[in-house]
């Protein structure tokens, strides 16, 4: 037997695509709801409002001090005897979506934190209301220097993601296991999970890089 089988690499690799679909839609879907909580968490922490703004800053610095298995595992193994209950779909994206909307609410505050206070101060003379001056004036200003770490942050939930086979969701991973318990051969499919991580990172890492192209202003 060769030290890597193609033909078996190439029987096995259906079965991996079709997992490397969920895979890229837990990614995608959890970083979506990440990015839009994120940015109520953080617009929350900076509130004036201490009763709003410190509930918020401390279930920030939980989830962020803890590791993502015991938040999903909580999700998925503890809150069905409370009355909630998860699939291990619905629970592993939420797991991952909450766990980064905290860290993109740190990368939202300080987006916001670096636009210019004479900003803030216009918005304020114009008696603009929150929400408009949010949206037209100082969102546009606080997104687009913060644009690669989001972008890092979805590279690391799509890495992120094998995670979720702790709870029996069959992502890439997942799949990659099973072959190997049923062939007895790990080499291949997990060399192919390699793979599929390494092109698809390095395709959403060009994605972010054009995006930012586009984002940047006319000089």
């Known amino acids: ?15 991996l695509l079709d997992a490397s679909l969920a895979t890229l839609g837990i990614a995608l879907a959890g970083f979506a709801i990440a990015v839009v909580l994120g940015l109520f968490l953080a617009l929350g922490r900076r ?4 009763w709003l703004a410190w509930p918020i800053a401390g279930l920030i610095e939980f989830i962020r001090s803890t590791p993502l298995l015991i938040q999903v595992y909580f999700l998925f193994y503890v ?8 699939s291990a779909l619905q629970a592993g994206i939420l797991g991952i979506a909450v766990h980064y909307a905290c860290y993109t609410a740190e990368v939202y ?5 670096a636009v210019p206070r004479a900003q803030w101060e216009a918005v304020t003379a114009l008696n603009m209301r929150p929400w408009t001056a949010y949206r037209d004036v100082i969102l546009p200003q606080a997104l687009r220097p913060v644009l690669p770490a989001l972008g890092n942050y979805l590279i690391s939930i799509l890495k992120d993601t094998p995670v979720l086979s702790a709870i029996t969701v069959v992502e890439i991973m997942q799949r990659a296991k099973n072959i190997g318990s049923e062939s ?10 390699g793979l599929f991580f ?6 959403l890492a060009w994605f972010v890089r054009r995006l930012e192209q586009r984002m940047e202003p006319v000089r």
Do not use: K
């Open 47 to 50: 509130s004036r409002l201490r």
């Open 1 to 15: 037997m060769s030290f890597f089988d193609w033909t078996f690499a190439w029987q096995i690799l259906p079965r």
């Open 109 to 113: 505050r300080a987006g916001l934190d």
């Open 198 to 203: 390494l092109i698809l990172s390095l395709g």
């Open 184 to 193: 007895f051969r790990y080499l291949e499919p997990i060399t192919l999970v």
């Open 79 to 86: 809150l069905p005897n409370y009355g909630f209950q998860l």
